[in-house]
């Protein structure tokens, strides 16, 4: 296989960024991290990384750097693993600096994300020629409770991928099988966008535990925090993106089928399959309020799905209630600063798929 990638650059020094780079590092790559903040960058004592879980090792990245320009300069590779509301943020501070044949994959894109990506560097006057994709999920199940300490507890079995631009689907695949071989390659943004299981998983059992998150009281995430009642709701939320998939063309994978291709987790209904998730049984719920499991699962995942919906005319009742709960207790209109149907055209997603 000819080799394409000398260095990566990793936007986002949280749990997915640190995991990232330091495993990227492993790998042999030159590693480059960034963080939005001088502040955060000041926090890392050093570029040394300590890996544990699926893999143990001590690693270290080349550079750790607010600067864009600096991190991305002459990387191959661009792996955007910020939460996604930020993508607008990171579209804009890196349009100035990118060159033709560079990767960037938003890891995950969530819903409608490089719509999102593309559209800012469009209004930013970028003109470079680069290969843009998302994916459907976070490539590890990972946590980083301590800087620079990284715990991979599961690199997914399955991971798809899209590019904005179908045409450079088999270039960016061949890319991203030199680090990554169990990506494939998805249909095309719908299939990735609406495969977003993060809206399922996170928003609903937080607010469902939304007291103890507030006494920031430790519980196991998935094992605690989801019971067969909220797994229930979770089911019927699933249903209805998978409706709206339907609508727009896609098929894509329950989320009972897609526990099953991604950890092999077998159970006679959601709620069991969660419970024999091994790479979930450790995995401590947040404990602060504001967390990405509300700001950004709502905002990219909840909201566009909803928002697609009501284009095609599929009803998203328990979709829309959790948005209008949340925008209650948080004090928010979740769907006006979501990816709504100002920023994207659901309805040419539709003309495009049935003319």
Not at 116 to 124: A, G, N, T, Y
Not at 175 to 180: A, G, L, T
Not at 258 to 268: F, I, K, M
Request: aromatic content about 10%; proline content about 3%.
């Amino acid at each position: 296989m000819n080799k394409q990638i000398n260095k990566i650059a990793v936007i986002s020094s949280g749990n997915g960024g640190q995991s990232m780079a330091a495993y990227f590092a492993y790998l042999g790559y030159r590693v480059a991290l960034y963080a939005r903040e001088a502040e955060r960058v000041d926090m890392f004592p050093d570029f040394k990384f300590t890996i544990s879980g699926v893999v143990n090792a001590e690693t270290e990245v080349e550079l750790i750097s607010s600067d864009m320009g600096e991190v991305i300069e002459d990387a191959q590779l661009i792996m955007v693993t910020t939460p996604a509301q930020y993508h607008p943020i990171v579209a804009r501070a890196m349009a100035p600096h990118l060159v033709d044949n560079q990767a960037i994959v938003l890891n995950p894109g969530r819903t409608f994300g490089t719509t999102v990506f593309s559209r800012v560097l469009m209004e930013c006057g970028s003109k470079a020629d680069i290969m843009l994709g998302e994916t459907d999920t976070f490539t590890f199940t990972c946590r980083c409770v301590e800087l620079r300490k990284p715990q991979i507890y599961k690199i997914k079995d399955v991971v798809r991928l899209a590019a904005h631009d179908n045409s450079y689907s088999d270039r960016l695949l061949a890319m991203m099988h030199e680090v990554f071989e169990m990506y494939s390659i998805a249909e095309n943004i719908l299939y990735t966008g609406f495969a977003n299981i993060g809206m399922i998983f996170h928003p609903m059992p937080i607010l469902m535990n939304i007291t103890k998150v507030e006494a920031k009281e430790e519980f196991k995430f998935y094992v605690e925090g989801i019971t067969p009642l909220v797994a229930s709701l979770l089911e019927k939320m699933d249903l209805e993106r998978v409706a709206v998939a339907n609508a727009y063309g896609v098929s894509i994978p329950t989320a009972r089928r897609w526990l099953e291709d991604c950890y092999g987790s077998r159970g006679s209904n959601l709620y069991e399959q969660i419970q024999n998730t091994e790479a979930y049984k450790t995995v401590i719920a947040p404990k602060d309020l504001d967390t990405r499991y509300i700001n950004e699962d709502i905002l990219t995942g909840c909201v566009p799905t909803s928002c697609a919906g009501k284009a095609a005319g599929i009803k998203t009742e328990t979709l829309d209630t959790l948005i209008k709960w949340a925008s209650i207790l948080y004090g928010r209109d979740f769907r006006a600063e979501g990816r709504n149907e100002n920023l994207i055209d659901f309805e040419s997603y539709l003309i495009r798929q049935y003319g």
